[in-house]
């Protein structure tokens, strides 16, 4: 099966900058949408950027201008770079893909990787 695994969480100062990284594999399968996801403790989780497989993107209002999504299809990998941290962009990242399979998508996530902003 298709497995998503995220890296680069971590601890930082407000104002700082981390990049998350998410490769997909598992075997031979076409991803259509990536993006990302996070959630807060008490909060519900909510969409922080999706990139389609032609590049497309879209954000968060909460994340437009600071973060940015991208790519790399040949590494079925996604990226998310994150500048001017603020502390409540503290929260679990989470990776989401759609593969394609049988003429239908299934949606895949990852476990997730922890980003603390302090301030």
């Known amino acids: 099966q298709v497995q998503l695994v995220e890296s680069g969480g971590g601890l930082v100062q407000a104002g700082g900058s981390l990049r998350l990284s998410c490769a997909a594999s598992?075997?031979?399968?076409?991803?259509?949408?990536m993006g990302w996801y996070r959630q807060a403790p008490g909060k519900q989780r909510e969409l922080v950027a999706v990139i389609t497989g032609r590049g497309s993107t879209d954000y968060g209002d909460s994340v437009k201008g600071r973060f940015a999504i991208s790519r790399d299809n040949a590494k079925n990998t996604v990226y998310l770079q994150m500048n001017s941290l603020k502390p409540e962009d503290t929260a679990v990242y989470y990776c989401?893909?759609?593969?394609?399979?049988?003429?239908?998508?299934?949606?895949?996530w990852g476990q997730g990787t922890q980003v603390t902003v302090s301030s």
């Open positions: 598992g075997g031979i399968f076409i991803i259509n949408a």
């Open positions: 989401n893909a759609g593969v394609v399979a049988d003429r239908a998508i299934y949606d895949y």
